[in-house]
C-alpha cells in the first residue's frame, strides 16, 4: 500500500470516527435542550393573590385620586378595582367568589366619601360570607358608620374639622379599628383627600405592607400639625381609637 493510500484510509477512518461522535454529542444535546429550555415554576407573588377594590363617591367625579393611586398600585404588580360605591354589594360577590376559589388570598378595600360609607356594608356582607378581609382604608365619610364583620384592620381617615365623621365599632366586629384626625395635613379636604399626595403615600404604603409584608410604622401615628402661634409643623397627637 502506498503511503499517500495509507494517509487517505488514516483520514478517513478518523473523520468517520469525529463524525460520529459529532453526531452522538449533538443528539445528546438535543435531547438536553427541551430541559434546559424550560424555565423554572416561578413562586405566585403575594401580589398575584390580592386584590385591592377602590370605591368612589357620588357621580364618580369627585374621587379621581382613586385612578391615581389604583396607577400606582397597578405598577407594583397588584391587581385593582375601581368603582361607583353603588357597586359594592355586587363587589362583595366577586371578591368572594375569587376566594372561595383559592384565587384571592388577601382582600383589601378603600373607598372615599359614599364610598368610605359604604365600607363598613361591604365589610359585613363579606363577613356574613365567611371571607375575611386583610385591610380597609376610609377616606373621609361623612356619615357615621358602625362597623361588624371581619377586617383584620380598618383605618378611617377623616377630616374632623369638616364634614368628616369617625366610624363606631359593633360587638361584632373582629379587627383593629383606627379613626385617624387629618385636618392638619396641608391641603386636605373632603374633595382632595384622596388626589392629597401624602394621603395616597398613606394608602399605597399601608396596603404595601400588607400584600409585600413590609413593616410599616402604625397608621394612626400622628400626623404633623400647625399652629395659629407657630405655623411650623409640630408633634399634637391626632389620633383618636374606638
Known amino acids: 500500500m502506498k503511503p ?3 494517509y487517505i484510509g488514516l483520514h478517513v477512518k478518523w473523520s468517520s470516527l469525529i463524525l460520529r461522535q459529532s453526531q452522538a454529542a449533538a443528539i445528546c444535546l438535543l435531547l438536553l435542550l427541551p430541559f434546559a429550555a424550560r424555565p423554572a415554576s416561578a413562586a405566585p407573588s403575594s401580589a398575584g393573590t390580592a386584590h385591592v377594590y377602590l370605591l368612589r363617591g357620588v357621580l364618580n367625579i369627585f374621587s379621581m ?3 391615581d393611586i389604583a396607577d400606582k398600585l397597578r405598577a407594583q404588580g397588584i391587581p385593582v ?4 360605591f353603588m357597586s359594592w354589594s355586587s363587589l362583595a360577590d366577586e371578591a368572594a367568589a375569587g376566594y372561595k376559589s383559592g384565587r384571592l388570598k388577601t382582600i383589601i378595600l378603600v373607598g372615599h366619601s359614599s364610598g368610605a360609607t359604604a365600607l ?5 356582607k363579606l363577613g356574613t360570607l365567611g371571607v375575611p378581609i386583610k385591610l380597609a382604608i376610609g377616606l373621609d365619610s361623612v356619615f357615621r358608620t358602625r362597623l361588624s364583620g371581619n377586617a383584620e384592620r380598618y383605618i378611617n381617615f377623616y377630616i374632623a374639622s369638616g364634614a ?3 366610624v363606631t365599632r359593633t360587638k361584632d366586629f373582629r379587627g383593629k379599628l383606627d379613626n385617624v384626625d387629618v385636618h392638619t395635613v396641608p391641603g386636605v379636604g373632603h374633595i382632595t383627600i384622596e388626589k392629597n399626595l401624602i394621603m395616597q403615600q398613606k394608602v399605597i404604603s399601608a396596603i404595601d405592607s400588607v400584600v409585600f409584608r413590609r413593616p410599616l410604622s402604625p397608621a394612626a401615628a400622628p400626623f404633623p400639625q400647625t399652629s395659629a402661634a407657630n405655623p411650623r409643623w409640630d408633634s399634637r397627637a391626632t389620633t383618636s381609637r374606638n
Open 164 to 166: 368628616g365623621e369617625p
Open 65 to 67: 385620586g382613586l385612578d
Open 120 to 124: 363598613p356594608d361591604m365589610v359585613a
Open 81 to 84: 378595582t375601581v368603582a361607583n
Open 4 to 6: 499517500t493510500d495509507r
